[in-house]
T-cell receptor, first 112, second 116 residues
Framework: QQQVKQSPQSLIVQKGGISIINCAYE??????FPWYQQFPGKGPALLIA?????SEKKEGRFTISFNKSAKQFSLHIMDSQPGDSATYFC???????????FGKGTRLHILP | NAGVMQNPRHLVRRRGQEARLRCSPM?????VYWYRQLPEEGLKFMVY????????ESGMPKERFSAEFPKEGPSILRIQQVVRGDSAAYFC??????????????FGAGSRLTVL
């Protein structure tokens, strides 16, 4: 059973455009939703995270939008740059349970 | 701060051999997690440990796989009698004690296991 569903599997965006990656979750007990960025040959690194008491969080060009009633959240990358080309993972966890459940990832390619 | 250190970075084993992957957490981190990554499959949780204690091993295969985090030394993920399907990247992550920070994982660069 996949607890965090991520789409699309791959995404190509022109430089300067907006990249949007979507995730949906099943378990209403999840209360922490991070996004991780992974470059080839490297481990994932925390990019930005949100808790369900807010609907949006912005850090520079990266924004998480969160819809608690729909059990969905998304990552928006504004003014996408070739250096943003990487695999992005959404994830979720519960306060009382420390493991983080990851989506299957989105391979993002920004065209120069 | 050297971050999360994993070794070896690459490991080649023949079917039936044993693989041992090591992970040293970040300084000050007391929690260690192991994840397996297969192409198109994302990161699959395997096990979560604290020193001398397995907290959650719900993602570990029932046979051939074991993990430990001793009082002294690195955490070790051990795979006995490897099969071709064990070929994957294995990532270790660590996090600070829960009372300091919640759920913030720092990943190592991974160990890539190839089974011939």
């Amino acid at each position: 059973q996949q607890q965090v569903k991520q789409s699309p599997q791959s995404l190509i965006v022109q430089k300067g455009g907006i990249s949007i990656i979507n995730c949906a979750y099943e378990n209403t007990a999840f209360d922490y939703f991070p996004w991780y960025q992974q470059f080839p040959g490297k481990g994932p690194a925390l990019l930005i995270a949100i808790r369900p008491d807010v609907s949006e969080k912005k850090e520079g060009r990266f924004t998480i939008s969160f819809n608690k009633s729909a059990k969905q959240f998304s990552l928006h990358i504004m003014d996408s740059q070739p250096g943003d080309s990487a695999t992005y993972f959404c994830a979720a966890s519960m306060n009382r349970d420390d493991k983080i459940i990851f989506g299957k990832g989105t391979r993002l390619h920004i065209l120069p | 701060n050297a971050g999360v250190m994993q070794n070896p970075r690459h490991l080649v084993r023949r079917r039936g051999q044993e693989a041992r992957l090591r992970c040293s957490p970040m300084k000050g981190h007391s929690h260690v997690y192991w994840y397996r990554q297969l192409p198109e499959e994302g990161l699959k949780f395997m096990v979560y440990l604290q020193k001398e204690n397995i907290i959650d091993e719900s993602g570990m295969p029932k046979e051939r796989f074991s993990a430990e985090f001793p009082k002294e030394g690195p955490s070790i993920l051990r795979i006995q009698q490897v099969v071709r399907g064990d070929s994957a990247a294995y990532f270790c992550a660590s996090s600070p004690p829960r009372e300091i920070g919640a759920n913030v994982l720092t990943f190592g660069a991974g160990s890539r296991l190839t089974v011939l």
